[in-house]
């Protein structure tokens, strides 16, 4: 078994269990990409067992902090089931279900998703990859699914020295689904969709969106950053008079439209625009037009810390203008799922928006990741996905 040594004092995070080792941490050591190496201190003590990336800053992932693991099919089988246990125990009322969340299951890099029969995973790091065939028999064992579909693109596998792949990796069949969740039907492609094929993550939001529309009577909603329109099945769902949806995408604003003929909802309470979100705010402000509800669920805009100051800026201008377009006891549901922005700091963003568009409001809640999308406690940067619902103030 190969070993890592560290730099003094740059024991500290695995001590605290944190998963990751930096490469600007190592002293000496070297292995091949997805190798499982043994991690030490400067004095030769053992901190972790992990899997190493020689072309990632992350240079080392953690697969167990027991010097008396052995990391074989046997482990995965076992962390998978583990994180499989919880899901079920969990019972969450949705045939789309994270079966595996990364780091916070154990498994960095690793995530799974369940639609009905169909598994599709994302290969994230060197180790998960290294391990792939292990994992995805695991998987088919353990779930009784018979088919994984590899949605292995995200640029997280750039960073790893990683192809991108997508394709059946176990069994095949078609890759358009449907997902059902409190009550709704919601169309889907696996392999053209974002991430997996849907927001799973965004599952109790659109509850919460629905729930706000229904109890406080709210008439017109705009919401932005659409993608196939779940939000806006939600409102509508909840009694919405109207929505108008914002996205960029042709072929998910289509997917919209079909998902409201599933539900059997009203096309004529919908509109659709192919437009930039930015640029539409600014013409319906300029129009003089305002809304009952607004949904801001923007894609990532700041990937690590690095980036966050100019995400910042860009999440500030957009909830500025979404303010300043919310009716007088409107709610605002504002999200960011970048990592590199805290739940702290984009606090103090929307407060800051909420400033420079004069207007005063209160947060009624704050939204997150569904409860199949664990946080690690001692990994915070799990928990990317954070929401506030905001009422401004009669």
Not at 23 to 42: F, L, M, P, Q, Y
Not at 324 to 348: D, Q
Request: aromatic share 8%; with cysteine; proline share 4%.
């Amino acid at each position: 078994m190969k070993s890592i040594r560290l730099k003094p004092g740059k024991d500290r995070s695995l001590h605290r269990r944190h998963p990751w080792v930096f490469d600007g941490a190592i002293a000496k050591g070297r292995a091949d990409a997805g190798e499982t190496v043994r991690v030490e201190d400067a004095e030769s003590q053992f901190l972790a067992w992990g899997a190493f990336s020689p072309d990632s800053r992350i240079r080392v992932r953690a697969w167990s902090f027991d010097a008396q693991q052995r990391i074989d099919a046997a482990f995965f089988r076992a962390t998978l089931a583990r994180a499989i246990a919880l899901r079920e125990r969990l019972a969450i009322a949705s045939n789309g279900v994270r079966l595996v969340h990364g780091e916070s299951d154990g498994l960095p890099g690793l995530i799974v998703d369940r639609y009905g029969d169909t598994l599709v995973a994302q290969f994230g790091s060197c180790g998960v990859e290294r391990w792939k065939d292990t994992i995805a028999d695991a998987l088919i064992e353990l779930t009784g699914c018979p088919r994984l579909y590899e949605r292995s693109d995200t640029s997280s596998r750039e960073l790893e020295g990683l192809p991108q792949v997508t394709g059946w990796l176990r069994g095949d069949g078609p890759t358009a689904l449907e997902l059902h969740e409190h009550g709704w039907r919601l169309g889907l492609d696996i392999a053209l969709g974002h991430k997996t094929g849907y927001y799973l993550d965004q599952r109790d939001s659109r509850l919460a969106c629905h729930e706000y529309v229904r109890r406080l009577g709210l008439g017109e909603v705009l919401n932005c950053f659409s993608y196939t329109g779940g939000f806006a099945v939600a409102a509508l769902a909840g009694g919405a008079s109207h929505v108008t949806s914002i996205d960029s995408s042709g072929p998910a604003l289509e997917q919209a439209r079909a998902n409201l003929a599933l539900n059997g909802l009203d096309p004529a309470r919908a509109t659709f625009l192919d437009a930039d979100v930015n640029a539409s705010l600014r013409r319906f402000l300029a129009e003089g037009r305002q809304f009952d509800a607004i949904v801001l669920d923007p894609p990532k805009l700041a990937p690590t810390v690095a980036h966050a100051e100019r995400a910042a800026r860009a999440y500030k201008d957009l909830n500025r203008l979404g303010l300043k377009l919310l009716r007088p006891g409107g709610v605002l549901l504002t999200f960011s799922c970048s990592g590199g922005i805290g739940v702290e700091l984009f606090h103090k963003i929307v407060a800051s928006a909420g400033l420079d568009a004069g207007v005063d409001a209160a947060i009624l809640q704050r939204l997150g990741g569904a409860p199949d999308h664990p946080t690690d406690l001692t990994f915070p940067e799990g928990e990317y996905l954070k929401g506030l619902v905001v009422m401004r103030k009669p």
